[in-house]
């Protein structure tokens, strides 16, 4: 009778050891899944609205050079290298929204801007030179930083194509031209 007691007393320390075990894995799972949403920022949670559209000139996947190397990008209707464009914020939604943001970044230890900043781009459309292009800043990043993307014509190798002009700063100072093919590259 004793025997038969001690085995049912090992069996029921088994079970509740897996059973803390499970509960316990359940446990890691659900922090790590808890961290991975903290990390993933949505720029709608910090005042996006409306979705930006690109002007049809500039979209494409387009190949430019940058030191010895060539590189590429992709802009779509409304993503550049699949982050989402927004169309800018008026300036007392866009301070208000600031604001918080600056608040929220200091409880965080400064990490939260650069997060918010590369989760999407507050876009406006410009004129540069009589042509249509658009001006992309990280978003609620303020003015001055950004790009500025313009479709031009360009002389290669004797022929007129469709380029590119990117530019930057508050100035829309000459970064580089892109081309639509990789053998256009200089």
Do not use: Q
Not at 28 to 44: E, G, P, Q
Not at 60 to 67: A, D, I, Q, S
Not at 168 to 178: D, I, K, Q, V
């Amino acid at each position: 009778m004793m025997k038969k007691l001690m085995g049912v007393n090992v069996m029921k320390k088994k079970l509740l050891l897996f059973l803390g075990a499970i509960l316990l894995i359940l446990g890691f799972a659900k922090l790590s899944s808890v961290n991975a949403d903290a990390a993933t920022i949505k720029a709608t949670d910090w005042g996006a609205k409306k979705v930006f559209t690109t002007p049809k000139k500039t979209r494409g996947v387009w190949y430019y050079k940058e030191g010895k190397k060539v590189k590429k990008f992709k802009i779509t209707a409304h993503t550049i290298d699949g982050v989402k464009l927004y169309k800018e914020l008026n300036g007392k939604t866009s301070d208000r929204w600031v604001n918080k943001l600056i608040k929220a970044d200091k409880k965080s230890g400064y990490k939260l801007a650069d997060k918010v900043g590369e989760s999407a781009w507050a876009c406006h459309t410009i004129k540069y030179h009589k042509i249509i292009g658009f001006n992309a800043d990280g978003w609620l990043a303020g003015s001055g930083d950004g790009f500025y993307y313009v479709p031009v014509k360009k002389n290669v190798k004797g022929k007129k194509v469709n380029a590119l002009r990117v530019g930057e700063g508050a100035g829309n100072y000459l970064s580089y031209y892109a081309y639509k093919s990789r053998k256009l590259v200089k």
